[in-house]
């Protein structure tokens, strides 16, 4: 992608959609940190999405998508060019005929803007099961199926069939063992395809079960996320387990917990979170982001990987 000044390409975004200018990341991050987008737009459906990405490519556009949010530090100073947000409370179920897998599954296309726990919330009421364990997680399918977002045991891996792309030569359908998936990672993640492809949608498969039965299941994942992580602003966590390791241990094992830089503090209750007690700078997330790395290379030998995504202008 090439950095490019959006003037040019504002007049067609303005033509098709609400503009913002100088709109605040940080009220479009988890961790409500970030500076202002150049240009911003919302899009709520795979048509609007569409529209987005073909009027940012044909003005060469610097683009950022993002969902929500939810494992992106967005620097400071801000990102340069366009950001396109995907979001919906629509009810990804409505009006939709589920396709029966022959296996007893069923399946459906969901736009990519739909977020991860209205989604599960959704299809247990349904009785369908087969995403209780995203339920927690506070992103949506596109930002899910980029990064193999997973927990409790499950990823998205196993739930997605295919994915709906949008690339400048046209739409795509991309089978899952296409994506290239691995433990936090998609093809998209390691720049196995064209920077400005999109996801539109994903194909899920779920497994009918007792509605009962699913929420019980997301009730018993939910107690554990509140028992165990923090409730403050955050990503999530910031770094990727190592092999046969785990990085909240290493981190608290290395008394990191607690440790502070302006208002970004390793957090006392999960040491591989960092939250944001008010008003932290992404510059000091970073900051204790490399304090972090250094400190557990230090003692233990071992390399930390970043799970979240630094993005914006200077990072
Ligand atoms: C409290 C908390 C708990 C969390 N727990 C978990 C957890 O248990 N497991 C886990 O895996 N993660 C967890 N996360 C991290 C995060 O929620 C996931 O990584 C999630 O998948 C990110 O989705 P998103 O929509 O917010 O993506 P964003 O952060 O908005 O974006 C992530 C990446 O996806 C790209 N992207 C987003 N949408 C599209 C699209 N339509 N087309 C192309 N690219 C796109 C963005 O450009 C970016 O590269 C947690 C985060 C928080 C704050």
Known sequence: MTATHPGRGVAGLERAFPIRRDEPMSR????????????????DSRETLRTAAAIAAEAS??????????????????????VVETWT?????????????????????????????????????????????????PGTVGG???????????????????????????????RAGELGYGYRTSRFRTGGFDPSTVVLAARLVFRPDEPAAIEGRIAEYTAYRRATQPS???????????????????LEEAGMKGTRIGDAEISPKHANFIVNRGHARAAEVLELINLTQQRVLAEFGIRLELEIQPVGKGF
């Open 28 to 43: 479009h991050t988890s961790f409500r940190i970030g500076g202002p987008a150049e240009v911003f737009v919302r899009v």
């Open 61 to 82: 556009l610097d683009v950022l998508y993002v969902g929500g949010g939810s494992n992106l530090l967005v620097s400071d100073a801000g990102a340069g060019g366009l």
């Open 89 to 137: 409370n629509r009810d990804p179920f409505e009006g939709v005929d589920l396709a029966p897998g022959g296996d007893g599954t069923v399946s459906l296309w969901v736009f990519s803007g739909v977020p991860l726990p209205r989604l599960a919330t959704m299809a247990a009421r349904r009785g369908l099961s087969g995403m209780e364990w995203a339920a927690g997680i």
């Open 144 to 174: 899910g199926v980029v990064n193999n977002a997973g927990a409790h045991g499950s990823s998205m891996a196993e739930a997605v069939s295919a994915v709906s792309v949008w690339t400048p030569q046209g739409d795509r359908e991309l």
């Open 232 to 250: 403050q602003r955050s990503v999530g966590s910031i770094f990727k387990n190592p092999p046969g390791a785990s990085a909240g241990r290493l």
